[in-house]
């Protein structure tokens, strides 16, 4: 692979002026009481509002709901064709600030919150889904896949968040799930139904097709 003939952490910080920002949450990580997880950042919620709007996928899985960040901004680009969002999570404090920021939205129509234990919710699913984000717990990324890729329709998108945790240190706690994120990211490349890309932007994110 050849190297870029520039330094990368001048053109991201290049790149992000052209960004635009994406619309602040009411309740969101600086203004709940409780501890919460890294989600989305703007640079990738950006991309999923480009890939949606082309794509128009009608029906969306978000695992990892936190408090509503990345199902409202798929939420804000479903909204504008009629498609749905599913997003699940286990964690009812979380959830509920979720669900404020969702009506706030006026996206309660349109995003459907799902609270309970994550693995076992997508088994008993029986619809099939257009594109898919993977941002919830790390450790079941690899367990969670091919049933991920089962309920995926051949053609829709996967997109695994963090990817890069196992270069980033001890930054967001990353180094914890830096073995089990690796494994993922090798499992990936393999994957007999899957194509996939792996673009180093925020955390890192991994695009998947699912071509058979």
């Known amino acids: 692979m050849n ?9 991201l910080n290049y790149l992000l002026a052209f ?6 949450l009411k309740y969101d990580e600086e203004n709940i009481p409780i501890p919460t997880e890294p989600t989305i950042g703007e640079i990738t919620a950006n991309l999923l509002h480009i890939i949606i709007q082309a794509y128009k996928p009608k029906r969306i899985l978000d695992l990892g709901t936190s408090w509503g960040f990345s199902a409202i901004c798929m939420g804000r680009s479903a909204k504008s064709y009629g498609g749905k969002v599913i997003s699940i999570d286990k964690r009812n404090e979380i959830i509920e600030y979720a669900r404020k920021n969702i009506i706030e939205e006026g996206l309660e129509d349109t995003i459907e919150i799902i609270e309970g234990d994550t693995s076992q919710i997508i088994r008993d699913i029986k619809s ?40 980033m240190g001890n930054l967001k706690g990353a180094s914890k799930y830096a073995n089990a994120m690796d494994e993922y990211n ?9 194509k996939t890309v792996w673009l180093p932007i925020e955390d890192g994110i991994a695009i998947s097709v699912k071509e058979k």
Do not use: C, R
């Open 3 to 11: 190297k870029p003939s520039y330094d990368t952490i001048t053109a």
């Open 19 to 24: 960004n635009k920002p994406v619309k602040k």
């Open 128 to 167: 099939h889904f257009d594109l898919i984000l993977q941002d919830g717990y790390k450790f079941n990324y690899f367990s969670e896949l091919d049933i991920l890729v089962k309920k995926l329709k051949n053609g829709g998108l996967l997109f695994s968040d963090d990817v890069l945790f196992p270069v």
């Open 186 to 194: 090798n499992i990936l490349l393999y994957h007999p139904q899957l």
